[in-house]
């Protein structure tokens, strides 16, 4: 299951990076803009996080 959760996660983080983009180039509202930027980040932060070795 942590194999397919970390996918996924990098899966949604490199679909938000290409929301945010696609918003910015549109002109959408910066919050928009800011708060999908923002949740890319933090899916790309789990997934890379999930990678790292540890406990369990």
Known sequence: ???L???L???LAGV???GTWSLYRQGA???AVVITGLLAVLATVGGLLRLLPGEG
């Open 16 to 18: 938000l990076v290409g």
């Open 29 to 31: 509202p910066r919050a």
């Open 5 to 7: 959760l970390t996918t």
């Open 9 to 11: 996660l990098l899966i």
């Open 1 to 3: 299951m942590a194999p």
